[in-house]
């Protein structure tokens, strides 16, 4: 059953990318990341190899495909964004029995957004099973939407153009990917806490240095 669903999931991406090339891409990573339903590796990974190595085109289209997934990357966590930010908790709660997800992978994705804030959503945009859900606390916190915008792209377009450039290296092994992903979550989640205390500690530093001098007068 789940081989004859894969093979059905594979046979629509290759269809809508003879048909539509990078623009396909695109429009099915604003769907990955407004319901996280498509796993995000598989549509890269395969696009690197449809769309690039079995065409022999150069390494460099890496970097251009990278782009057109992290537009829509930016589209589709745009619309859960402003989903949470207008909806408030209501819609989340909604949304989250809709889609099956545990409310407590929000909350504490909501929690861990109000600490880092910025930081966060950049570094959690590459981190497995909540690059997808960062949107959410994004919106419930109303950080600015340019501000997530940004980071949003930023951490988006390394995630896409690293999956991407390795379905182009592994060529018909593209597959392989989501393998490797799994195994690799734990070493992600532990450089993306290293990195979040880097990060915190470098923002004191900052505080600190650019504090302005206390003078005591007598």
Request: aromatic residues 14%; charged residues 15%; glycine residues 12%.
């Amino acid at each position: 059953m789940i081989d004859k669903l894969e093979a059905t999931i594979l046979g629509a991406m290759q269809a809508i990318f003879d048909e539509l090339g990078w623009l396909g891409v695109t429009i099915i990573m604003i769907v990955e990341n407004a319901t996280g339903l498509t796993p995000s590796e598989v549509v890269l990974g395969f696009a690197g190899w449809m769309l690039i190595d079995a065409h022999g085109l150069p390494f460099t289209t890496v970097f251009w495909g990278g782009l057109a997934a992290a537009i829509g990357s930016v589209i589709g966590s745009s619309m859960l964004y402003w989903a949470a930010r207008i909806g408030g908790r209501p819609v989340v709660d909604r949304m989250a029995k809709f889609f099956r997800i545990d409310m407590r992978h929000i909350e504490r994705v909501e929690r861990m957004a109000e600490k880092w804030g910025t930081g966060f959503i950049f570094f959690g945009r590459l981190l497995p099973g909540i690059r997808t859900l960062v949107a959410i606390p994004a919106g419930l916190t109303r950080i600015p939407f340019a501000t997530f915008a940004a980071a949003t792209f930023a951490g988006a377009y390394i995630w896409c153009t690293l999956f991407i450039g390795a379905g182009y290296f592994l060529g018909h092994e593209w597959h392989l990917l989501s393998g490797i992903v799994k195994q690799a979550i734990p070493y992600a989640m532990m450089a993306a806490v290293l990195t979040g205390i880097s990060f915190v500690f470098w923002q004191f530093w900052l505080k600190k240095k650019w504090s302005p001098a206390k003078v005591e007068i007598e």
